[in-house]
């Protein structure tokens, strides 16, 4: 898929751009602040709802004005849909596909299905675990839509299941009414919990070997005598908080997770460590409590991994993503943030080489020569809340 | 900001549920131009409303008396109970026509975060009231979110253990005159794992 037209009215620093776009290689060039990130964070919104770098919606409206308004028209298989979304803050976010009546904006996801990477990303190496339990979510609603809703509803329920251990720890008593509610909900935690994490080791059996494949390929060359020719082989572990699970669940080339056997499973932990929960006042197994290894050669990438090899990771847990998504059908818009200014000469020049089949890539450099010759299509300089066709 | 009583009655009008800045500001001068008549009956049905409104002793509704219409109603059916969680649900399945039983409202849902567990729920009314009425049915209709869930699943095993007493939940699922393509996956889901042979 591509994204054919992009307008932005009051959109973070946009009073109002159109920027028509073509299939292949796409170069969004200027000087800080001019706005490039903004234009590709309009398209991660038509695709996820969300921005990368803020968490409400507030701040995506330019200063001074009502409402956002997003308008993409996006090309799937030869078929062009216009998404139209309306931003308001303390107002319901409005929708329209092809100037029809409005929807809900949750109905427009899966029209357009972006994979960015930005800068930002290096904390999936070296941030903290929920950073990592995003990034598989995220992923996973982008394969299948569902997962939204058993995640918010796997939130509500541990949020309240916390509160309730905390006061029922804090009151020092187990009556049976608290006990009894306290079932309750760790059933529920556990219907939720299991679906939840049964996508997620599915998710990452499906992904270890797009992951493998891509750090190859972008940090060939980088290996050192030590790790052979070959280099450090790339791969991901799921460590999960729910412990007596079969070995090989989220393992490429195991069983597929079963939900229902984590249920049971997960029911049986949690009723194992109920006391400690009492006394602890926090829910301590399930979905919420899981990090995503990333192992490099023998060790964890956190903390063992350069500076390099980190970036390297980073990009590979992107373009993996990008490669299964593709296999699973519609081919996402690439979009590389400001990457290529932070990467060397010869990872710039592989990554470019993996990326320039992709049906559309948007890339955003402060200056022209960033952008590496594999990647030399439209180019568009952004300057003085003006974007022109440069070549 | 205006001045004294009229900035009043907007600040309390505002803190209604449903109500922002902006329609406080309209009702507060509607009421400001409203014949005296209007407003003194307006006054009297706030007034009435807290002083003579009691909640049923029986089943927890808004009622008149000490015992509701539908209680006192000896068309409808005992055996029948319908448990809800606030009494607008009641006029809710009211409106079907189709429900006649009688009802039990519970007064909200178990939600911890709020500090509310069966202790502060109508349960233990419902629990005597199932040991001295003639019921033989329970049909639970709390809401279909993560609270009202919850609350089901409470009640279910609550209530599973009594004799001769059936516990029924309410269908989830397509709405009526929607189209199925226009569903989203969670309802569809439900609907399709609540499916029932015809």
């Known amino acids: ?391 | 900001m205006y001045e004294g009583p009229v900035q009043d009655l907007i600040d309390e009008l505002g803190r209604l549920p449903g109500i922002g800045p902006k329609g406080a500001q309209r009702i507060a001068f509607h009421l400001l131009s409203a014949e005296p008549a209007d407003v003194t009956r307006l006054q009297d049905a706030l007034q009435r409303v807290k002083e003579g409104v009691v909640f049923c002793e029986v089943c927890g509704n808004v009622s008149e008396r000490t015992r509701c219409r539908i209680c006192q109603d000896t068309r409808r059916d005992p055996r029948l109970v319908c448990v809800v969680e606030e009494p607008k649900d009641v006029l809710a399945v009211e409106r079907t026509r189709e429900f006649r039983g009688r009802y039990h409202v519970l007064g909200g849902a178990l939600d911890p975060l709020s500090g509310v567990g069966p202790d502060q729920l109508r349960i233990r009314d419902l629990v005597s009231r199932i040991g001295t009425d003639e019921i033989t049915e329970i049909i639970i209709a709390t809401d279909p979110n993560t609270e009202g869930e919850a609350t089901a699943t409470y009640l279910v095993r609550l209530l599973q253990d009594f004799p001769g007493l059936s516990v029924t939940r309410l269908a989830s699922g397509l709405p009526m005159g929607g189209d199925l393509e226009f569903a989203d996956e969670l309802t569809l889901g439900r609907a399709l794992s609540g499916r029932r042979s015809v």
């Open chain 1, 1 to 391: 898929m591509y994204v054919r037209h992009l307008q932005l009215t009051d959109f973070r620093s946009w009073q109002h751009v159109d920027l028509p776009l073509e299939a292949g290689p796409t170069a969004l060039v200027g000087a800080n602040g001019q706005g490039k990130t903004n234009l590709v964070e309009a398209l991660g919104y038509v695709a996820t709802l969300g921005s990368h770098r803020v968490a409400g919606d507030a701040p995506l409206i330019r200063h001074g004005a009502q409402r956002a308004v997003v308008r993409a028209a996006v090309v799937n298989e030869d078929r062009e849909l216009l998404v139209e979304l309306e931003i308001a803050p303390g107002r319901a976010n409005r929708a329209r596909v092809n100037r029809g009546s409005a929807t809900r904006p949750r109905d427009v996801l899966g029209i357009l299905r972006t994979v960015l990477f930005a800068p930002e990303d290096l904390a999936l190496v070296r941030g903290d675990p929920g950073q990592r339990r995003d990034f598989l979510d995220e992923l996973l609603v982008a394969r299948a839509p569902r997962y939204a809703g058993v995640r918010s509803d796997y939130e509500k329920v541990l949020k309240q299941r916390s509160a309730l251990l905390k006061s029922a720890g804090a009151a020092k008593r187990s009556d049976s009414a608290d006990l009894r509610t306290l079932e309750v909900w760790d059933g529920h935690l556990a219907k939720y919990g299991a679906e939840l994490l049964a996508g997620r080791l599915d998710l990452v059996a499906d992904l270890v070997p797009h992951v493998t494949r891509r750090y190859a390929e972008v940090a060939a060359g980088d290996t050192s005598e030590v790790d052979g020719p070959a280099g450090r082989v790339a791969e991901l572990e799921y460590r999960g908080s729910v412990t007596g699970l079969p070995e090989d669940y989220g393992r490429p080339g195991g069983q597929r997770a079963d939900p229902v056997t984590i249920e049971s499973t997960l029911l049986s932990r949690l009723a194992e460590i109920r006391q400690q929960e009492l006394e602890r006042g926090v829910s301590l197994v399930g979905p919420h409590r899981d990090d995503l290894e990333l192992v490099l050669g023998q060790a964890p990438a956190k903390g063992y991994a350069s500076h390099g090899e980190s970036w390297s990771f980073a990009l590979a847990l992107r373009l993996a993503s990008y490669h299964l998504l593709s296999e699973d059908g519609a081919e996402p818009v690439l979009i590389l943030d400001d990457v290529f200014a932070e990467l060397d000469a010869r990872r710039r020049a592989r990554l470019a080489r993996s990326v320039a089949g992709a049906e559309q890539v948007l890339v955003t450099a402060a200056v022209a020569e960033d952008v590496p010759a594999e990647l030399s299509g439209a180019r568009f300089d952004v300057r003085e809340g003006e974007v022109r066709r440069a070549g």
